[in-house]
């Protein structure tokens, strides 16, 4: 998608957003404890959409900063602490300066998947861990959309891991299961 349109798509959404998944908390915390937070450090959530991560980040650390490229959004999450609005991919911060990394729901929407892990791996501190999620797996989503699972999704484990590697990222865990999908990397 391109980015007017990804901005216009997730805007119509903004107020529905949370109460058309009200069960996806557990899942979330899971996600965000895979990431090891360092109490103190900085936690990035990339793509926060209306926040929902947040408070669940900062059950590990006080410094917590979400970006979103839609202002509908960010202004939901902007009742959850601090939000940037903005490109994943073109991130205000300064170079490894950054302790973890959450990207729920948002690779699938990136016009430069590459170029936003390395924008990501720019930021983040040496072994830093970044997680790419999404509450349901992949097969559910593609159910969800009515559409059939692509062999070309990026998302695949065939796929995301070299892409992570090219990005300076080792994987650490993968899982995409019908109650969650979940990459986690460490920066080498
Ligand atoms: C599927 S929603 C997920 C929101 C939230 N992370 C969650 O799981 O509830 C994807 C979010 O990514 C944002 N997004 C899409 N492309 C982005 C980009 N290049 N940079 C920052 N945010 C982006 C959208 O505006 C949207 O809020």
Redesign the pocket.
């Known amino acids: 998608?391109e980015?007017d349109e990804?901005?216009a798509?997730?805007?119509a959404?903004?107020a529905t957003?949370?109460s058309k998944?009200p069960d996806?908390g557990p899942v979330?915390a899971a996600a965000v404890a895979r990431l090891e937070l360092e109490p103190g450090s900085v936690a990035l959530?990339?793509?926060?959409?209306?926040?929902?991560?947040l408070p669940l980040l900062r059950a590990f650390t006080d410094r917590v900063v979400g970006?979103?490229?839609?202002p509908e959004?960010?202004s939901v999450a902007r009742e959850r602490g601090q939000v940037l609005i903005?490109?994943?991919?073109e991130l205000p911060f300064a170079d490894a300066t950054i302790g973890g990394i959450?990207?729920?729901?948002?690779i699938?929407?990136?016009?430069?998947p590459r170029g936003?892990l390395l924008e990501f791996a720019r930021v983040a501190q040496t072994g830093a861990r970044l997680a790419l999620?999404?509450?349901v797996g992949r097969a559910v989503l593609a159910a969800r959309h009515g559409r059939e699972l692509s062999p070309d999704d990026i998302r695949a484990e065939d796929h995301i891991k070299p892409l992570l590697r090219a990005a300076g990222w080792e994987p650490v865990h993968f899982h995409d299961g019908d109650d969650h999908y979940l990459a986690v990397a460490r920066l080498a």
């Open positions: 998608m980015k990804t901005r798509f997730f805007a959404r903004a957003w949370d998944f996806d979330f959530d990339a793509g926060c959409g209306t926040g929902r991560a970006v979103d490229l839609t959004m960010a903005g490109d994943a991919a959450l990207a729920a729901g948002l699938g929407h990136l016009g430069d936003t999620f999404h509450p």
